[in-house]
């Protein structure tokens, strides 16, 4: 069974530049969720898809950040203009359904350096 | 508000000897408890978790870990420790009655020396 795979594994930008992420999930996992890791910290949530339609992005800077999920498989996150506080690994992660048990499995990741 | 804290940003410890990640965590609501492993240049991988029935939950790798409600904690042991086992280990929760996000601690770096 192939994993949750992410693209680009790594990116340099510079600040205001905008930049996107892809993330392709397990096939036939409903949930999918990015987050963010910043160096020295654990994942943070940034937003949540059951399908094709957003769970939880309450934690989505919303002024720069973008998500979407149009067909409920893949997924791209946007950001726009990037920011130095933004340099980050970003993850996507899926399961096959939301809730307490199910096991999340995550992608290997896209490093972010913003300059 | 919730959170998880894992005490010990690093841990060094020699093979073959035991070693105990710590984590506690805080929450009004029930939890459930996940340890995730990621070893160098890899992605985030189940090691264990808690859902509910018994307390002591193991891995296949010879991890295991308690879930003691009393002392808010969910530490992570093993008897015997290997080189291979030289990775970034992350505690987190997810909360009862929500979407099953998943609530992360700083991480603890394993590293194993021989």
């Known amino acids: 069974e192939a994993g949750v795979a992410q693209s680009p594994r790594y990116k340099i930008i510079e600040k205001r530049q905008s930049v996107a992420f892809w993330c392709n999930p397990i096939?036939?996992?409903?949930?999918l969720y990015w987050y963010q890791q910043i160096l020295g910290q654990g994942p943070k949530l940034l937003i949540q898809f059951q399908n094709n339609g957003v769970v939880d992005d309450s934690q989505l800077p919303k002024d720069r950040f973008s998500a979407e999920r149009l067909k409920g498989v893949d997924s791209t996150l946007k950001i726009q203009p990037a920011k130095l506080e933004d340099s980050a690994v970003y993850l996507c992660?899926?399961?096959?359904?939301?809730?307490?048990?199910?096991?999340?499995?995550f992608g290997p990741g896209t490093r972010l350096l913003v300059l | 508000a919730q959170s998880v804290t894992q005490l010990d940003s690093q841990v060094p410890v020699f093979e073959e000897a035991p070693v105990e990640l710590r984590c506690n965590y805080s929450s009004s609501v029930s939890v459930y408890l996940f340890w995730y492993v990621q070893y160098p240049n890899q992605g985030l991988q189940l090691l264990l978790k808690y859902l509910s029935g018994s307390t002591l939950v193991k891995s296949i790798n010879g991890f295991e870990a308690e879930f003691n409600k009393s002392q808010t904690s969910f530490h992570l042991r093993k008897p015997s420790v290997h080189i291979s086992d030289t990775a970034e280990y992350f505690c987190a929760v997810i909360l009862g009655g929500s979407q099953g996000n998943l609530i992360f601690g700083k991480g603890t770096k394993l590293s194993v020396k021989p």
């Open positions: 992660a899926s399961s096959l359904n939301s809730g307490t048990g199910g096991t999340q499995y």
């Open positions: 096939s036939g996992h409903a949930t």
